[in-house]
């Protein structure tokens, strides 16, 4: 299986983030891309491609025009306002309050386009993000072309992004830019099943009137867990999209048993929509160490994971997601892309 990922995405570099009532040290960082980089140098798992420049077209697909431009404008802005280092927004349009007419101020434009202050931006996160967003697409034309799968080391993250706002460490979301992708390069239909421990807030939003992508998350539930205000087994779609996302929220302690029946069951919908290519977003962080998760998958249980997958028996494309236990991160990951081959 190829790997597509560039140095570039390494350039979003933040020190901190806010979190337990403390500004402490980020943990969305760079050394979670090369640790699973060198990982997959040691296993042999196959080469690793520079992604392919796919411009903002691919990108314009699924995200706002005018969130665009913000995340495009955002240092210049925040630099204008006499700024430097790291942003974080602190106001929100909350229920009552409107969010359109979009305000000039970088302080009102990063509260309008956000929904959490746990995600720092700096002067190289856009760059960054594109990159990733670029590994995702080139990942997405490997399959469409042929390959039976591909993995797009994706750093930062994509499925908290919705069409307007980032968060949960996500600016763009990388999964649905490439889904949307293969849908405009002829996929007629195309899953998105979603393993992070938190669930796909941003992905679900995007395509949650569409019946062409089908999107299903494992995730612990939003009740005691982040994002807290999307995930619910209630949310099953509007309009022509009813019927086509499907959520499994756990309750904390899910372990292999608990956690493989949703993703089983997830896997017999996948096989009633038929798709033409299953897009996994494939979060690290249900494993049982890792410091922002309280479920209990272990190492062996994420080569489970990847051979479950296979039998889809479908072009797969994997999209790094969430994971935080760098130490473990290389193992569990290529673990998961191993266990699919071997499958
Ligand atoms: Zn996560």
Same mark, same amino acid.
């Given at each position: ?27 969305? %960082? ?14 042999? /798992?196959?080469?690793?491609?520079? $992604?392919?420049?796919?411009? /903002?077209? $691919? ?16 240092? +210049? ?43 720092? /931006?700096?002067?190289? +996160? ?39 706002? @980032? ?60 994002? @807290? ?19 499994? $929220?756990?309750? &904390? ?16 919908? %996948?096989?009633?929509?038929? &798709? ?9 962080? $249900?494993?049982?160490?890792?410091? %922002? ?21 479908? &072009? ?19 673990? +998961?892309? +191993? ?5």
């Amino acid at each position: 299986m190829k790997t597509v990922f560039s140095a570039g995405q390494l350039a979003h570099d933040p020190r901190h983030e806010i979190s337990d009532g403390e500004l402490k040290p980020a943990v969305e %960082i760079p050394a979670r891309a090369e640790i699973v980089r060198a990982r997959i140098l040691e296993a042999g /798992m196959g080469d690793i491609l520079a $992604p392919e420049e796919f411009g /903002m077209a $691919p990108l314009a697909r699924v995200h706002d025009a005018g969130y665009l431009d913000f995340l495009d404008s955002f240092w +210049t802005r925040w630099t204008e306002a006499g700024r430097g280092g790291e942003a974080f927004p602190f106001v929100w349009p909350v229920r009552g309050l409107r969010a359109d007419p979009v305000p000039d101020h970088i302080d009102g434009l990063l509260g309008r386009y956000s929904f959490d202050a746990g995600t720092p /931006m700096g002067e190289e +996160t856009f760059a960054a993000a594109r990159a990733s967003a670029n590994s995702a697409l080139t990942g997405a034309r490997l399959v469409a072309g042929g390959d039976r799968a591909a993995f797009a080391l994706c750093r930062p993250p994509g499925h908290h992004a919705a069409a307007d706002y @980032y968060g949960g460490y996500c600016f763009l979301n990388n999964a649905a830019i490439a889904a949307q992708w293969l849908r405009d390069a002829g996929a007629a239909r195309v899953a998105i099943f979603d393993v992070d421990y938190h669930h796909g807030n941003g992905t679900q939003a995007i395509f949650y009137d569409r019946s062409d992508v089908l999107f299903l998350s494992v995730h612990a539930d939003p009740r005691e867990e982040y994002p @807290y205000f999307l995930g619910h087994a209630e949310e099953t779609g509007i309009g022509a999209g009813e019927g086509f996302n499907v959520n499994y $929220p756990l309750a &904390p302690g899910a372990d292999w048993g608990v956690w493989s029946a949703a993703l089983d069951a997830g896997l017999e919908r %996948i096989a009633r929509f038929a &798709p033409d290519v299953l897009v996994v977003s494939l979060g690290l962080d $249900p494993y049982e160490k890792d410091p %922002i998760s309280r479920f209990r998958l272990t190492q062996d249980d994420f080569t489970r994971l990847g051979a479950r997958l296979a039998r889809a028996g479908l &072009p797969t494309l994997f999209v790094l997601e969430g994971g935080y236990a760098v130490d473990a991160l290389g193992v569990n990951c290529v673990n +998961t892309l +191993t266990g699919f081959e071997a499958g």
